[in-house]
């Protein structure tokens, strides 16, 4: 089956390449590389935002839970499903803001140290998103051809294709094959579950063939381990920046408040049917070589559990969403280091010409340190709720309070985010485990670093001054 499954992922490279190719035309402007010109409609940005959330965190974090636990893995995705709800009201803010990036809004609403801070959280949490996309690509690459390409040599060759991706035409490229990915991924995986189920002997057989826990709500995990699972998952979606950014890169307020509706429903629908092709994978090939990696299930299910082409395409599918949310979380902090770094401190009377040379260089930096972080991991799982809870407890309650509080100000943002950094990186280390109670010490991180936050943020801004009348106004919901 090698044959038509390198056919239909070389449709899928090829279209790839042709759209970001077409697109890189309209790129003249910083604004055009950063934010699409700030020209996307609604359409567009369904796709964009559900291709960058639904990637290898979802697709082998997701489903690596689900293989082992059932469908308790759907706590993960709640916790984004609930953002979701939230987000709703703040992207017509987020639209009116209308910067390039979360450090913009940082320095804005609180001061330039809260921006440098904000930065250095993005640049450490969205690589190590990024290179776990590698991870995945490398996978289905090594599943395809187990003899040509290893999964090593796969890490590599996505890291490429994807640094030229992104390079090419930046966001443009970017939210427009999202579309593209977007709509092969909901058809797919939609057609693909009732023929996997039949596969397997219908619904009632795969129930059989699993523990009851599987089916239940906590499954055989504790209410604080799904909550784990949730929270930094929820805080992560809430202060998401390549989110912000498509926001920034909307048409109008309207737009963007269209946008996340279409965004919920894509988004229940598609992580749901991620957890349940993952569940009924695991009660087809319960040992094997998937058993060892059960981060490869739904890819291993295509190959090895469904009619040729339906695999194939289900194989493309997933592939081409592992490299649409590579390109979404490389090209965001690219966009930090050019924006808050290069234009804001090294060049700022830089043309529009330098700024799109080095705008790629940045690019191509980041996929090399992205695909650094890859070679030395071995748990995707453990990787993306690192990431998340860098990025959650670091950044998350500054942004939500930048739009909602107005008493927060720059000492307390400051505070807040070096809190939920420093307790998110230590928490796991000798320190902590010897110092600390077991109860304690053996929780995730997420909820003492958030508490750390959180708490920085409000008693520190209460006990100093308040921040001046025009930086609330930019956020605020009011017209400057």
């Not at 639904?54 to 697709?59: A, V």
């Not at 993960?76 to 499903?81: E, I, L, S, V, Y």
Request: glycine share 8%; with cysteine.
């Amino acid at each position: 089956m090698s044959p038509l499954y390198a056919a239909v992922l070389g449709v899928i490279v090829v279209t790839l390449l042709v759209v970001s190719l077409l697109r890189a035309r309209t790129v003249k402007t910083k604004a055009d590389f950063l934010v699409a010109g700030r020209s996307l409609p609604a359409f567009v940005l369904v796709f964009t935002l559900l291709s960058s959330w639904i990637g290898s965190g979802s697709l082998l974090a997701g489903a690596e839970n689900a293989y082992r636990h059932g469908f308790v893995a759907l706590w993960q995705g709640g916790g984004g499903w609930a953002g979701l709800l939230l987000i709703y009201f703040i992207a017509p803010r987020a639209r009116r803001f209308a910067q390039f990036t979360i450090p913009d809004l940082l320095e804005a609403r609180y001061s330039q140290l809260a921006r440098v801070l904000g930065v250095i959280a993005v640049l450490f949490a969205y690589t190590a998103i990024t290179s776990y996309q590698f991870i995945g690509g490398g996978d289905i690459l090594h599943l395809i051809f187990p003899t040509v390409i290893s999964a090593t040599q796969g890490k590599i060759l996505l890291a490429v294709f994807v640094t030229l991706l992104t390079a090419i035409a930046g966001m443009s490229s970017v939210a427009y094959m999202d579309v593209v990915i977007g709509l092969l991924a909901t058809v797919s995986m939609l057609v693909a579950f009732p023929v996997l189920v039949h596969g397997a002997g219908g619904w009632d057989a795969v129930h059989h063939a699993l523990p009851a826990t599987h089916f239940q709500l906590l499954g055989d995990l504790t209410l604080m381990k799904a909550l784990e699972l949730f929270l930094p998952t929820c805080l992560l979606m809430l202060g998401n920046q390549s989110m912000y950014q498509k926001f920034f890169s909307a048409k109008s307020e309207k737009d963007a408040r269209v946008a996340v509706v279409g965004w919920i429903v894509g988004t229940v629908i598609l992580e749901t049917v991620i957890v349940a092709l993952a569940v009924v994978g695991s009660a087809l090939f319960k040992g094997g070589e998937v058993a060892n990696h059960p981060r490869e299930i739904l890819a291993y299910s295509a190959l090895h559990g469904m009619p040729g082409v339906l695999g194939a395409i289900l194989m493309g599918a997933i592939f081409a969403k592992v490299i649409s949310t590579a390109n979404n979380y490389l090209f965001s902090p690219a966009t930090n280091l050019i924006e808050d770094v290069f234009a804001r401190y090294i060049a700022p009377g830089a043309s529009n010409k330098t700024i799109l040379i080095v705008s790629r260089l940045m690019v191509v930096l980041l996929g090399a340190w992205a695909l650094w972080q890859a070679m030395g991991t071995e748990s995707v799982l453990a990787k993306a709720l690192y990431a998340y809870t860098v990025y959650s407890a670091a950044l998350t309650p500054v942004i939500l309070a930048a739009f909602y509080w107005k008493r927060a100000n720059a000492a307390g943002a400051v505070s807040a985010i070096a809190a939920g950094t420093i307790v998110t990186v230590f928490w796991d280390t000798a320190f902590v485990h010897s110092h600390l109670p077991a109860v304690i010490a053996e929780r995730d991180a997420i909820f003492p670093a958030l508490i750390a936050a959180v708490f920085c943020l409000f008693a520190v801004s209460l006990a100093t001054k308040p921040p001046r009348p025009e930086q609330i106004a930019l956020t605020a919901g009011d017209r400057v």
